[in-house]
């Protein structure tokens, strides 16, 4: 469908540039022809009067004047020479042949090279409607589970002519558990869509960085009490241009799946440290790891190391990192990861100090 949809754009934006080139070179041709063949009239047309006053023994001046016959009345007019016309006649045959030549060569290299040029015009384009369409597809796939579980369950209660107010609101709660796995896919999509806008604009100002990491520790806070683990922070206070709350955001996904992948009793640790231009954030964790396998993807969107490990406890939909990368490429910076199975993670953030 977007491969036909992109061929038929394809061949129309060719036509359009061939269209334009064509009309432009036969508008060209049009004006050379008219000029070449007065020319060759008026170049012939001299060579002969030349001729007969050189026979006729008359001197004519260097340049000619239009009006010549009427000056040397003895000079017979071109009209009365029929070599002359055949002469003129052959040259304009020539010149047709040869700007039909040069207009079949243009039509041909124009067709060729607009063709190509279209196909660059709408690679973005093509780009992102098949990033669109993929997007369609794995946010579908991921409603699928939950809204499976729900449907069942709802069609196995229907069925259930033992159901009693007890079983019945332990079914509720486990469907409102799904339910709130499609809410927070909803939302999660929302804000990537909201994010891979091109023109996406930030609400730059300057942050306190200390600020919004000590606010993103305290909303995973509870998650970590749970799990006994600890959150060490060594953060200076540096300040810098950026979107607050992005940036809130982007630390709580690196926070979150610290809490998530690090198992109980295990450390986390955050610090800032400020360079020349840019200011670091190093997150690292004591936790499962990632193998090196995984590491290019885990930006991906919808990218889950392991699914297998989700099953005891709730996970998110691989896409936690994606956002954030969004919003770290937003600030113009970059991030890196370091991870040694069974060891731990290291995220390094680098956000410059000014946005331009
Ligand atoms: P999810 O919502 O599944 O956590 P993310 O996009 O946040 O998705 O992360 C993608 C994958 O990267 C995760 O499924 C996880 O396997 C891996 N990952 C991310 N952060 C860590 C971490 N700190 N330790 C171990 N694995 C991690």
């Not at 060579?47 to 239009?66: C, D, S, V, Y």
């Not at 009365?80 to 040869?98: H, T």
């Not at 630390?251 to 450390?267: E, I, P």
């Not at 600030?331 to 040694?340: A, F, L, N």
């Amino acid at each position: 469908m977007i491969n036909n949809l992109f061929d038929s754009a394809r061949l129309k934006l060719t036509f359009w540039y061939l269209a334009i080139i064509m009309a432009i070179s036969i508008a060209f041709s049009l004006i050379i022809y008219f000029s070449l063949t007065r020319e060759i009239n008026w170049g012939i047309h001299r060579g002969k009067l030349r001729q007969q006053a050189e026979q006729m023994g008359i001197n004519l001046p260097r340049h000619l004047p239009a009006d010549i016959e009427s000056e040397f009345p003895r000079l017979k007019n071109l009209a009365d020479c029929p070599e002359c016309i055949n002469d003129i006649k052959e040259a304009q045959r020539r010149v047709i042949l040869s700007l039909t030549t040069i207009n079949g060569a243009i039509f041909f290299i124009a067709g060729l090279s607009g063709y190509w040029l279209a196909g660059e015009t709408l690679k973005p384009i093509k780009q992102a409607m098949d990033d669109q369409k993929r997007f369609v597809a794995d946010a579908s796939h991921e409603l699928r589970t939950p809204l499976t579980a729900l449907k069942t369950s709802i069609e196995v209660a229907l069925r259930d002519k033992s159901l009693n107010p007890k079983k019945a609101k332990e079914i509720f709660k486990n469907n409102l558990e799904s339910v709130d796995e499609m809410h927070s896919l909803a939302e999660n999509l929302l804000i990537l869509a909201k994010y891979q806008q091109k023109n996406q604009k930030l609400n730059v100002q300057k942050v306190n960085l200390k600020e919004i990491i000590e606010g993103a520790v305290k909303k995973v806070k509870p998650m970590a009490d749970e799990k006994k683990l600890i959150i060490k922070t060594d953060l200076e206070k540096i300040k810098i241009e950026g979107d607050r709350q992005d940036l809130e955001k982007m630390m709580v996904s690196f926070l979150d799946n610290a809490v998530k992948y690090t198992n109980r009793r295990g450390k986390i640790e955050v610090r800032i440290e400020g360079k020349k231009k840019y200011v670091e954030i190093i997150i690292s964790d004591t936790g499962v790891g990632i193998a090196e396998n995984d590491i290019p993807y885990i930006f991906n969107r919808f990218y889950r190391v392991d699914d297998s490990r989700c099953k005891s406890e709730i996970c998110g939909f691989g896409l936690g990192l994606s956002v954030a990368k969004k919003i770290i490429e937003l600030h113009q910076g970059s991030v890196e990861v370091e991870s040694e199975i069974n060891k731990g993670t290291t995220f390094t953030i680098k956000l410059p100090f000014k946005q331009n």
